[in-house]
């Protein structure tokens, strides 16, 4: 097996769940969603001829699924209006209530908020919601650790104020 | 990592899997797709202005009329500038998507600012060279018939109109740069 198809079989392994949530979570579309993951599995395929341990796989891997992500988003003609993490005082209602009662609330309202949410701050979102730690998310994005953590306290109090969820008190510190 | 936050979250399309590397092989990705289609409009519009003005040309000189053939010539060349430009700026290299994402959301903005904010020099301006040098030789070609005063007559609304629209589209594209630009700004400002 070649380095590249090595390196694409791992990081299939341990991060295909979290690059389909990411690809749900931003496309609200189920066929064009799916569409996005294959992109962003194309484009991780593409980038692994180019790895040479310049970071960690894992920073990597998001670091491509997310900026595919994002280039996805902004070409879209329409979209919903974007609203700083700092001017949200609540969770959105769930747009779509059947899909809501479908795949549970909690999710539902979610990735609502995480559509809602501009560059960086949904993809802050997007990392601390797979349990990543400050100073991972601040290598994938590039924000310095201090505005990371800015954004996780504000993501997390919004989140402990509508759910009842222990873990939230001790995640991503 | 640490402690996942939503249990649910975690739970959703926990079986997932990547697409099989024979399959994207064999598909281009929609990206280079995108970018071919664009291509393929922008030349055949550029080919179709190239195949009107030339026959224009080719008819001017056919029946001698040798300002005309000028003036079809001039759009030819000036449609072809335009052509070879948008042909150079889009074969600049493809984002990384390997960079952090503040440094690929900045690279994204600033490509789309440095293209929008140049677009009258390298767009509009050789299209008005050749569309305004092409009314100049009419203007002359007709003064020559009726005098000027009838040759201005019949050209005036023609290039007050264009006049417009290109005043137009060079303001929308350097307003478009501007908002670009504002958010080139606020990314600065978070690192």
Same mark, same amino acid.
């Given at each position: 097996?070649?380095?590249?198809?090595?390196?694409?079989?791992?990081?299939?392994?341990? #991060? %295909?769940? =979290?690059?389909?949530?990411?690809? !749900?979570?931003?496309?609200?579309?189920?066929?064009?969603?799916?569409?996005?993951?294959?992109?962003?599995?194309?484009?991780? *395929?593409?980038?692994?001829?180019?790895?040479?341990?310049?970071?960690?796989?894992?920073? *990597?891997?998001? !670091?491509?699924?997310?900026?595919? %992500?994002?280039?996805?988003?902004?070409?879209?003609?329409?979209?919903?209006? /974007?609203?700083?993490?700092?001017?949200?005082?609540?969770?959105?209602?769930? =747009?779509?209530?059947?899909?809501?009662?479908?795949?549970?609330?909690?999710?539902?309202?979610?990735?609502?908020?995480?559509?809602?949410?501009? #560059?960086?701050? &949904?993809?802050?979102?997007?990392?601390?919601?797979?349990?990543?730690?400050?100073?991972?998310?601040?290598?994938?994005?590039?924000?310095?650790? &201090?505005?990371?953590?800015?954004r996780v306290h504000r993501i997390k109090a919004l989140?402990?104020?509508?759910?009842?969820?222990?873990?939230?008190?001790?995640?991503?510190? | 990592?640490?402690?996942?936050?939503?249990?649910? *979250?975690?739970?959703?399309?926990?079986?997932?899997?990547?697409?099989?590397?024979?399959?994207?092989?064999? !598909?281009? =990705?929609?990206?280079?797709?995108? @970018?071919?289609? /664009?291509?393929?409009?922008?030349?055949? %519009?550029?080919?179709?202005?190239?195949?009107? #003005?030339?026959?224009?040309? $080719?008819?001017?000189?056919?029946?001698?009329?040798?300002?005309?053939?000028?003036?079809?010539?001039?759009?030819?060349?000036?449609?072809?500038?335009?052509?070879?430009?948008?042909?150079?700026?889009?074969?600049?290299?493809?984002?990384?998507?390997?960079? &952090?994402?503040?440094?690929?959301? !900045? =690279?994204?903005?600033? /490509?789309?600012?440095?293209?929008?904010?140049?677009?009258?020099?390298?767009?509009?301006?050789?299209?008005?060279?050749?569309?305004?040098?092409?009314?100049?030789?009419? $203007?002359?070609? #007709?003064?020559?018939?009726?005098?000027?005063?009838?040759?201005?007559?019949?050209?005036?609304?023609?290039?007050?109109?264009?006049?417009?629209?290109? @005043?137009?589209?060079?303001?929308?594209?350097?307003?478009?740069?501007?908002?670009?630009?504002?958010?080139?700004?606020? $990314?600065?400002?978070?690192?």
């Amino acid at each position: 097996m070649s380095k590249q198809a090595d390196l694409y079989a791992n990081a299939g392994e341990q #991060f %295909a769940a =979290s690059l389909a949530r990411l690809a !749900r979570a931003v496309e609200r579309d189920a066929d064009k969603a799916r569409d996005l993951e294959q992109e962003i599995h194309a484009a991780l *395929w593409a980038s692994f001829a180019r790895f040479e341990g310049q970071c960690a796989l894992k920073t *990597w891997v998001y !670091r491509v699924a997310h900026n595919v %992500a994002a280039d996805h988003v902004s070409k879209a003609v329409r979209g919903p209006k /974007r609203v700083a993490l700092e001017e949200i005082d609540e969770l959105p209602s769930p =747009s779509n209530p059947e899909r809501a009662a479908g795949e549970s609330l909690v999710l539902a309202q979610v990735r609502d908020l995480i559509r809602q949410l501009p #560059f960086p701050d &949904s993809q802050v979102m997007l990392l601390w919601l797979e349990g990543e730690t400050t100073k991972a998310i601040a290598e994938v994005t590039g924000l310095t650790p &201090s505005a990371v953590g800015v954004r996780v306290h504000r993501i997390k109090a919004l989140m402990t104020a509508h759910f009842d969820t222990p873990a939230l008190q001790g995640a991503s510190s | 990592m640490t402690q996942l936050p939503i249990p649910e *979250w975690a739970a959703a399309v926990a079986d997932a899997e990547f697409t099989d590397p024979a399959l994207i092989q064999k !598909r281009a =990705s929609k990206f280079e797709r995108t @970018i071919k289609r /664009r291509n393929i409009l922008e030349y055949a %519009a550029g080919a179709l202005c190239v195949v009107l #003005f030339g026959a224009l040309a $080719i008819g001017g000189v056919m029946k001698s009329e040798y300002l005309f053939a000028a003036g079809g010539a001039l759009c030819v060349v000036c449609t072809g500038i335009v052509i070879w430009q948008l042909h150079a700026r889009g074969s600049y290299r493809l984002p990384l998507p390997e960079e &952090s994402c503040l440094d690929h959301l !900045r =690279s994204q903005y600033q /490509r789309q600012y440095d293209a929008l904010h140049s677009v009258p020099v390298w767009y509009l301006g050789p299209l008005a060279v050749g569309v305004f040098g092409f009314y100049a030789l009419m $203007i002359v070609q #007709f003064t020559q018939i009726g005098g000027l005063g009838k040759a201005l007559e019949g050209t005036w609304k023609p290039i007050v109109a264009t006049t417009a629209f290109f @005043i137009f589209v060079g303001w929308l594209n350097r307003f478009a740069a501007r908002k670009l630009k504002d958010k080139i700004d606020q $990314i600065d400002a978070l690192v």
